[in-house]
């Protein structure tokens, strides 16, 4: 096929080919928004997703145990009664149990940081 | 492009900025693409901005099937072909025997002659006629200098067909500038 140098010049002179001042710069920004909305978009399918599984979960659990194992909760549970022995151990219990939640929150909150200067050095 | 490929796996693992890359090396192309599909330069920069965005958005769409150029110019030429569709043109009907019957050689011969102003402006003239797809074929094929298979698979037709209307096109051009030639004698 031949080389159309007069297409090729006729479409040139037609129509301007450069872009306005800036617009990489304007562009980047509308991309780095663009990932930030996909970002909070993901997270928050991610969570719709979790909590339909998770409720669809305990549905089936309670709808097994009830029609299939005609399970009662106050027949299986026996009476609860706590001597001052016991409820040392639950507060201690709890103590530890927020300690831990309070260790993987700065784990999450150090990780987070370090992942941010990471990602800005590199 | 490896690197392309580098790219666009660190994107898609929490990089955007990166797509910064893109910009610079394709901003110019699609621009050029675009700006002759649609009538003036604010639609074609709001245009390439939105291939851009929604390439970002379909990054992870992307397969390897083609390469990354491509898969853009169609992004952009989907883009564009729908903002215009709404405003056609119609080009006035050519006598299908008088376009069949110009010989290869004489619009070979035509075309490559970039000297004679008055036949480059009667040419631009002749291309705003044009419909959307044969205005995409002429400057990803002339201008952008892409090969039958890439403007094939950015049009999305087979080569074959891409040379056909390839020729079409030219000898269309040739017989729209003959017919005004002729009007203003």
């Known amino acids: 096929m031949s080389q159309g140098k007069a297409l090729k010049s006729a479409l040139n002179n037609r129509r301007p080919t450069n872009l306005p001042y800036g617009f990489e710069q304007l562009m980047m920004r509308r991309i780095l928004l663009e990932a930030e909305r996909k970002k909070k978009r ?31 909760m106050y027949l299986a549970l026996p009476d609860i ?21 309070a260790l993987l929150a700065l784990d999450g909150y150090f990780r987070n940081l370090w992942q941010k200067r990471h990602g800005q050095s590199s | 492009m490896t690197d392309e490929a580098d790219y666009i796996r660190r ?68 883009t564009a072909i729908s903002a215009t569709r709404k405003r056609r043109i119609v080009f006035p009907v050519l006598d299908e025997n008088v376009v069949g019957n110009i010989p290869d050689e004489t619009i070979d011969a035509f075309f490559e002659n ?27 094929y002339y201008m952008e200098e892409k090969s039958v298979s890439d403007v094939a698979s950015i049009l999305e037709l087979s080569t074959d067909n891409v040379k056909v209307k390839l020729f079409r096109v030219r000898k269309k051009l040739y017989e729209w500038i003959k017919r005004k030639d002729d009007e203003s004698r």
């Open chain 2, 114 to 140: 970039d000297d004679n102003e008055e036949l480059l402006q009667r040419l631009e003239q002749a291309i705003d006629y044009l419909n959307s797809e044969e205005k995409a074929l002429i400057t990803l």
């Open chain 2, 11 to 78: 994107i898609l693992d929490g990089e955007p900025k990166l797509f910064s890359f893109f910009l610079e090396r394709y901003s110019r192309p699609i621009y050029s693409l675009i700006i002759q599909l649609v009538p003036n330069h604010e639609d074609a920069e709001e245009l390439t901005q939105d291939t851009f965005v929604k390439a970002f958005r379909k990054l992870d769409a992307f397969k390897n099937d083609c390469s990354f150029s491509t898969w853009l110019y169609r992004i952009a030429y989907n």
């Open chain 1, 81 to 101: 009664s706590f001597s001052s022995q016991t409820q040392s151990w639950f507060v201690a219990c709890g103590y530890i149990a927020v300690l831990m939640l």
């Open chain 1, 42 to 72: 993901s997270f928050v399918w991610g969570l719709i997703v979790i909590s339909f599984v998770s409720i669809g979960m305990i549905a089936a659990t309670i709808y097994i145990l009830t029609y299939y194992f005609s399970f009662s």
